[in-house]
């Protein structure tokens, strides 16, 4: 066993801890930092939707772990196992500790495919697929491209998950690919959704309304998926009435689009930086840890109830890089994130409607003269070359990007609700 110590230690190596890392090696020069993260490989997992939708190359969405982590920053190949804030130390896998003067939690989510009975026997196969893993994105594309005619069925589970509009964006990439195939008027498409409505936000669920119909896909809410027979190609779903009765109801498949269930990874949830739901404990606004002052959290582990999106981190990490130097300097730490995310829903394979919002459902958007509901080829050129080249080039190299985003913005477009 070995005991380092690091002035900043970040727990995961993904977009939010990167950029962190990244962010205050600009704002600091000599502060010394440590990432803990055991994966060779980084990937864009924004563009997982439209590598499964066909547009996208799993080569445009992975790069080397080793190249985008500043050279002064140690990087430790190793998993985080348990935490000692008491101590101010972290226990590896390994069994090796390392101590710290700041800690930042940020592991990401956890896939939890065990949830549904038979999924992970049958994923990759007899027409089940998932965009939500490296290993199995491109398959998603395979059973697309293949099929001729059927019934296809896209699930989303019980909240939160990552970018709760990914669960439907593949699903209208999808039916675009039937409808240029000449084979829409074939195909049955349904959409299968734990959740009482299309969309968290209502403004926008409005919209997305009009671009279910236009495909003419059915909709079923409150339908939870537990099981998959594969070999059989049945889907059974629980689902819960307005009085709270329970019930199981099959669905047979020629393809199905899984959403896995997810949840905060099981080492968080049993660390003492958890809440009572399993969450890393951060206040909303500073994402400064409730209980202990020098750690902070930031991404899809924490408790903080915006959308787990790229977008979201993008906001959070300046907020949370100042806190940290704040409190070097014996200053106070300022609650400045309201909760920001973006998800730019992909209509078709030429059109997406860009959704930004905070806490509260507050429309947000960043450009105040267009409409955000509206289904716009500009916002596909930024998902598929303007948000990645963001990422790579600015974001997660430190850079600051603040694109000012406006409650004001909406008003003339929310007035005519």
Request: charged share 20%; net charge neutral; proline share 6%.
């Amino acid at each position: 066993m070995t005991n380092q110590h690091h002035t900043l230690l970040i727990v995961g190596g993904g977009a939010a801890g990167v950029s962190v890392a990244n962010n205050m090696r600009r704002q600091n020069a000599a502060i010394d930092i440590a990432i803990i993260e055991p994966s060779e490989k980084h990937y864009y997992q924004p563009g997982f939707t439209i590598i499964g939708g066909g547009a996208y190359t799993m080569k445009q969405t992975t790069r080397n772990e080793a190249d985008l982590i500043h050279p002064s920053v140690k990087w430790i190949k190793d998993y985080a196992d348990t935490f000692q804030p008491d101590q101010n130390t972290i226990t590896l896998r390994s069994g090796d500790i390392l101590s710290y003067d700041y800690l930042v939690v940020c592991p990401g989510l956890q896939l939890d495919w065990d949830k549904v009975e038979g999924l992970k026997e049958t994923l990759n196969k007899n027409g089940v697929c998932s965009n939500y893993s490296p290993d199995t994105v491109e398959y998603t594309w395979e059973c697309i491209k293949n099929l001729q005619a059927g019934t296809a069925l896209f699930t989303q589970p019980p909240m939160p998950i990552k970018c709760a509009g990914a669960p439907q964006k593949i699903m209208y990439l999808a039916a675009d690919r039937f409808r240029k195939k000449g084979i829409l008027d074939k195909m049955t498409i349904e959409f299968y959704n734990a959740g009482p409505a299309l969309f968290g936000v209502p403004f926008f669920a409005k919209a997305l309304g009009k671009v279910v119909a236009g495909y003419g896909i059915l909709t079923n809410f409150n339908h939870n998926l537990v099981s998959i027979d594969g070999p059989a190609k049945i889907a059974t779903f629980e689902t819960t009435d307005s009085d709270g009765n329970k019930q199981r109801v099959s669905k047979a498949f020629d393809m199905i689009h899984v959403t896995p269930p997810q949840s905060a990874p099981d080492f968080i949830k049993k660390s003492p930086l958890a809440n009572a739901a399993g969450w890393v404990d951060v206040n909303d606004l500073s994402l400064q840890h409730n209980k202990f002052t020098n750690i902070f959290g930031l991404g899809d582990a924490t408790s903080t109830p915006n959308a787990k999106t790229a977008a979201a981190v993008r906001k959070q990490v300046p907020i949370l890089v100042d806190n940290i130097i704040n409190l070097i300097n014996a200053k106070s730490v300022e609650e400045k994130y309201d909760g920001y995310g973006s998800c730019p829903l992909t209509t078709s394979l030429s059109t997406v409607m860009l959704a930004e919002f905070a806490y509260g459902g507050k429309i947000t958007p960043s450009f105040p003269f267009l409409d955000p509901r509206k289904n716009l080829f500009i916002w596909w050129i930024g998902k598929i070359a303007g948000f990645p080249w963001m990422y790579w080039h600015l974001m997660i190299k430190g850079y600051r990007i603040d694109i000012p985003h406006l409650e004001s913005y909406a008003k003339r477009f929310t007035k005519e609700e």
